[in-house]
């Protein structure tokens, strides 16, 4: 049988399950990748496992999130971080080597293997061909100790590129497109994988931007073929002895088919506070900007800071605006200073900072009380900012280059002709700030500051649960909105009592305490509860203040996965009965334990009311067994016993 890109890696990876769409599979992970926001829980996570040495064919720790410093918090991490890498067998990435995603693509992403990152962008190494999959750090700490990732067999949607970008139009937009097109719920369950004639025209930094923001859709992952674009990339990083040819069969079958002329798309942006509303640029011109931010794992590629200095170059930046840049990685960030670009970028008035993720997750760059600020990243969720009343756009290089110069959104139309960037024959390559760990690491000693507390476990299923719904939110409901980030609560991510206190606090700063107070309780959503972030923190921390269950009309991916992981169920809901709950209800559901083994629907009676509201609870066995045991640890846990 003709097989598509996807199911032939799934094919080469499978442990168990059958490839039929939408039932639990398992596949073998090659390599995986952690950050430093997420990595601190995943690395006490694989600890707790007890195996000395990762069982994969390459890990990587990157620090890449939490780099400001403000107090012991961060560097105390690094530590860690890097002591734990040594002792198991994991490369570092020391802080300033850039961007988690960018510096894989460059160092070590290789076509046809598999990726597990416990980040929500890890897809961007789609882009060489990888299937790659942003999952939460449990999950990554498993599949380093060598178990298999579990994920519902994904639907296949080959997306068929045709033709070639014109004028201003840039890969972000093919993106920005598709988001328009399908909005943030429209790739749930699916892989998008790029095929057709318009692949050729695209690098592998284009393509990369293209996968990186497929996790806007909610899509499981996204990739592209391995052809000669790629080898000429992996030639110039000096890997080309990872290249293999890899594409679909002819005659692959695709759930379904969706073309985009490359050679129609316009320049776009995706306006406050959601990133598929999505309009032309051209729609906004004459709208003012205080911030222009270029930079994050979507967009932050040689080809893109070069194309940014060509347009900015000779110019200085408009009097009214702030244009700060963060180059992806060390690499590109060397390679413009030996190049001149960024003696161009700082002539023009650029703010220049090191290579990370800065601005993108609120470590600083805050824009100014009711601001607008254009950026290049792939989120523009409410407050993620750091402002909570700022408005963000997301759009491509070339465009906030522009508007970094004109202080406001113009026509790119009426612009000059758009800069054409080569990209490089040959990747200044200097891999001196990855450190390889030792052959033997039993002798490393692991160093914990104080802000490194134990991850809290939860014990068992109870049978019967009376719980309070705490809060009801609407739909599309984010995890920067659950569990928020930024410069004052990233430090804590090593601390599960410490950030608890600020869940939903964007939304109802009263949240911890009405939750301890009335303790056990519930969440109730609306559709696509938990989009975004892989950060299991939103788990953990309600988990902290005792939220037993969360109630939704639908789940996110990744953020479904971490409940059941931290043993918060998650619950469906109809649309009406949705309707019926109020904030303050209690809810009394019995025969739990049982009914969950059976896999039978629930009922939760509304106490005081004459109401039963019908309950389901969409989950494989595996899944189910989880639940029961009251988080995955403690599964793996008694497993082993
Ligand atoms: C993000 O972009 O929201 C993050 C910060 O990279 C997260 C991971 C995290 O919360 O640490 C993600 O995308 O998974
Ligand atoms: Fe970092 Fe932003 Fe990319 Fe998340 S989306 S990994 S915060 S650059």
Redesign the pocket.
Known sequence: MPATLTEKIIRDHLVSGEMQAHAEIAIRIDHTLT?D?TGTMACLQFEALGIPRVRTELSVSYV??NTLQTGFENADDHRYLQSVAARHGIFFSRPGNG???QVHLERFGVPGKTLLGS???TPTAGGLGMLAIGAGGLDVAAAMAGEPFFLNMPAVIGVRLLGELTGWAAAKDVILELLRRLTVKGGVGRVFEYFGPGVATLSVPERATIT?MGAELGATSSIFPSDGRTREFLRAQQREDAWRALAADDGAHYAEIIDVDLSAIEPLVARPHMPDQVVPVRELAGLEVDQVCI????N?SLEDLMTVAAVLKGHTVHERTSLVISPGSRQVEEMIARNGALADLLAAGARVLEP???P??GMGQAPPSGGTSVRT???NFRGRSGTADAGIYLTSPEIAALVALHGQFIDPAGAPTRPTIEPPVTFTVNDGMIIAPPEDGSGVEVIRGPNIRPIPLRGPLPDTLEATVLLKVGDNITTDDIMP?GARVLPLRSNIPAISEFVFSGIDPDFPARARQNSPGLVLGGENYGQG?SREHAALAPMHLGVQAVIAESFARIHKANLVNFGILPLEIAPEDYERLEQGDVLRIEGLRKALMANEPLTATVIGADETIPLTCDLSDREREVALAGGRLNAIRRRRQ
């Open positions: 950050q926001a890449d999130h961007i988690c995603h980040d929500s962008h990186n930079g994050s794992c979507t932050s990370a993720c800065g993108c997750i990243f792939n989120r980030a972030s």
